[in-house]
């Protein structure tokens, strides 16, 4: 157990409908992450928060959007959904923002399926 | 364009056998490779190596970095069917983490 917490496990949702996953990060750990995983893609990097501030952006569509609460928690916010969203959503963390020397542990992923 | 490559893509192998797995880079502002190891779940961390020639070892596992080479390879020896995973390598760059596809990797006991 990395002591990274997602939820839900598993969203089955319809096209053009909004979900929210969380995510809360280890205790003690300011950096959260989210990934997008699917089969044909591999791990893409979507976007990283650091003590509530956005620091930097990887392909994260404008449908989709994403904060980080005072207490550190983050909500990935994904709309107007298309078939082609159904993927695996990661969230990792990690004390300091990338480039130190910790590295992130991940959570168990939310799995979306949009139909 | 950042990248991270790996190969081979996949890997099929008799327990007891040792692999090579590789990992190469392009990327703007290196700072950092990860290896991680992803079963049916989350990828689990392996090893993070900052500095060239240095290898980090844990276990049957060992890794190295050559930045001259731009790339980094995981060792696995003595191979067991619960080393079956995909074995996923990561660089940062500046802000970002970059992934590779992974190298599939199917122990037969």
């Known amino acids: 157990d990395s002591g990274v917490t997602q939820t839900p496990k598993h969203l089955i949702t319809a096209t053009g409908q909004r979900v929210t996953l969380r995510c809360s990060p280890r205790?003690?750990?300011?950096?959260v992450y989210w990934y997008q995983q699917s089969l044909d893609q591999g791990l893409q990097f979507l976007i990283h928060y650091y003590n509530g501030e956005e620091r930097a952006k990887g392909n994260i569509l404008e449908r989709f959007s994403a904060q980080q609460f005072p207490d550190l928690h983050s909500e990935l916010n994904l709309s107007s959904l298309e078939l082609g969203d159904s993927a695996l959503y990661f969230c990792?963390?990690?004390?300091?923002?990338?480039?130190?020397?910790?590295?992130?542990?991940f959570g168990a992923g939310t799995r979306l399926s949009v139909l | 364009e950042d990248k991270v490559v790996q190969s081979p893509l996949s890997l099929v192998v008799h327990e007891g056998d040792t692999v090579t797995l590789n990992c190469s880079y392009e990327v703007t502002n290196f700072r950092s490779l990860l290896w991680y190891k992803q079963e049916k779940k989350a990828p689990t961390f392996l090893f993070m190596l900052?500095?060239?020639?240095i290898e980090k070892k844990s276990g049957r596992l060992s890794s190295i970095l050559d930045k001259k080479e731009l790339s980094s390879i995981l060792n696995i020896t003595a191979t067991q069917t619960g080393d079956s995973a995909i074995y996923l390598c990561?660089?940062?760059?500046?802000?970002?983490?970059?992934f590779g596809t992974g190298t599939s990797l199917t122990v037969i006991p």
């Open positions: 990561a660089v940062v760059s500046g802000n970002q983490f970059y």
């Open positions: 205790s003690g750990d300011l950096s």
């Open positions: 990792a963390s990690s004390v300091e923002p990338a480039g130190g020397p910790i590295p992130q542990y």
């Open positions: 900052t500095s060239s020639g």
